[in-house]
């Protein structure tokens, strides 16, 4: 089968262009990633004098900041450029041609192309509208023939919690890997990580993309026994988080509570922000993580181009498909947020 491509998205330059706005002007509301800048990042990459050379190829240090989070060891521990790098180095590892990975849908989409892109067949084991409950007994039936199991939990897109006895429920069914993308856990309070201890074939997935909010220095890390750490280990490719990103990485992990007082105002936000899109009329998905989905109707894709035209990106889904009337909006600043309402409030009523 032809792999997927990945459809990238239009980017903020391009949209202030077509919205003859400033790129400033623009709010990202599609990439779920946080509304504060980390102000201490500019004074950790200044202090690096040795950027000539390339980085550590060990990550030690990422390792450890990690490990020490987390409770476990280091060697239980193997940082990525981003979560998503080790997805895709996840499906190279552990699927090969004709095997099966699952995953519940609508999910992350790269789970599907990872697995594709690794000669495997993907699984869709679908949540139905309109609550999308997880199908957990479909997803166990399926785990028991799967190779790997794909889980993100908290849910992206659907922005719910997973409940603790799915995902065991999941792991007990299956010989094969259970890979839990925990890139939300910040924000729902469960991490998944005594599961590693536990269990040989489980991996979870973290990112400091979200909470910790350095998502453009592409940093996260998988959690495994160290033999599936080993194998992935194995395969990386060299350097491919830069020196400059280690260190904003270690930085921000040392920064728990800093990341801590972030998840409070983001969640305080997200109230705000759940409030102004019932009050235009949408129904507002529970969540617990840094962004909403919301069922708006037919007019799910003419709504976002429209937003769009004003710098106000949101995401839409493939239409049609089961998310074909959502929109998802990320938790912004309040004063985006409500320039956001205003445009809806004009569009909507
Ligand atoms: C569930 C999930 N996994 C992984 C990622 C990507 O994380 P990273 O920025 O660390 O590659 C995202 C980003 O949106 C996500 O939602």
Redesign the pocket.
Known sequence: MKAPRYKWQPTTAEIAAAAGIRPEEVERFD??TSPFAAEWAAGVAGSLPQVNEYPAATYRSLREAAASLSGLQPEQIVPGA????L?LLAARAFLSRGDTAAATTPT?P?YEIATIQAGAVFQSVPASSPDFAFPEDALVRAARDSDVVWI?APS?PLGSAVADDAVDAVIAATDGLVII?A??AEFSGTDWSSRVDRHHNVMV?R????AYGI?GA???YAMAHPDLINAIDGIRPPGSISSISVALGVEALGREQEMRATVAKVTALRGELAAGLAGVGFRVLPSLTNFVLCEVGARAHSLAAKLMGDGLVVRKFPSPGPLGEYLRFTVRSSAAQKRLIDHLERYVT
Request: glycine content about 8%.
């Open positions: 990439h779920n981003g979560a998503d790098e997805i992350y790269l993100c992206n993308d890139a939300y997935l990112t400091l993309s979200k998502a592409r940093v996260g």
